[in-house]
């Protein structure tokens, strides 16, 4: 069982905007930086949000990433087929001095 | 451009061992910290090992479920971590990704990762 918590699916029409929760605790994301990850059908994992809410280069503006207290949350708009995914996030933990990782939300583009 | 090429991977039985390699290239491999992260199949990302980049003295750290069976190195010279497995068991069985920290600390979000090796462990 993973230690952050995601729903294991979310879904969503072409156009609209969904949002991807993430729950943590106090050792975790409630000190930590959350960062997002994109995997797409069959590849590695890719930055996606990093810093809460920070976009890499070429990320584009429909992926937003906010934090409140133990948790984070990973904003999509405009949704695309494309961004038919896993989609993960992950901190530092410092009670078990390593990274944690959210079991991952499976977004289907309807 | 940041490439991380993983190798290494394969079939070995229960408690065998493996060596997996990451060739890394396109950035200054000895300031950054590198983990190993892993997915068994139709499973969620776990973090296996971090090891710290030249600013952390090349400290490591390892998740509790591989602690005493697994050890992460690095070689600066050669630009390549590794990760030594031994004592497999069924549950190890995962693809394997090397992931470049975005700093010396292995605190820091990973910017970067390979494409994996699959390891499958089963007699």
């Known amino acids: 069982q993973s230690v952050l918590i995601q729903p294991p699916s979310a879904s969503g029409t072409p156009g609209q905007r969904v949002t991807i929760s993430c729950s943590g605790s106090?050792?975790?994301?409630?000190?930590?930086?959350v960062s997002w990850y994109q995997q797409l059908p069959g590849t590695a994992p890719k930055l996606l949000i990093y810093?809460?809410?920070q976009r890499p280069s070429g990320v584009p503006d429909r992926f937003s990433g906010s934090k409140s207290g133990t948790s984070a949350s990973l904003a999509i708009s405009g949704l695309q087929s494309e961004d038919e995914a896993d989609y993960s996030c992950?901190?530092?933990?410092?009670?078990?001095?390593?990274?944690?990782f959210g079991g991952g939300t499976k977004l289907t583009v309807l | 451009e940041v490439q991380l090429v993983e190798s290494g991977g394969g079939l070995v039985q229960p408690g065998g061992s493996l060596r997996l390699s990451c060739a890394a290239s396109?950035?200054?491999?000895?300031?950054?910290?590198m983990s190993w992260v892993r997915q068994a199949p139709g499973k969620g990302l776990q973090w296996v090992s971090g090891?710290?980049?030249?600013?952390?003295?090349?400290?490591?750290y390892y998740a509790d479920s591989v602690k005493g069976r697994v050890t992460i190195s690095r070689d600066n010279s050669k630009n390549t971590l590794y990760l030594q497995m031994n004592s497999l068991r069924a549950e190890d069985t995962a693809v394997y990704y090397c992931?470049?920290?975005?700093?010396?600390?292995?605190?820091?979000?990973?910017?970067?990762g390979g494409q994996g090796t699959l390891v499958t462990v089963s007699s």
């Open positions: 992950a901190a530092w933990d410092d009670s078990l001095n390593g990274w944690v």
């Open positions: 106090s050792s975790d994301i409630g000190t930590y930086s």
């Open positions: 810093s809460d809410n």
């Open positions: 396109g950035f200054t491999f000895t300031t950054y910290a």
């Open positions: 090891i710290g980049g030249s600013r952390s003295s090349d400290s490591t």
């Open positions: 992931a470049k920290s975005a700093g010396y600390s292995y605190g820091t979000y990973f910017d970067c």
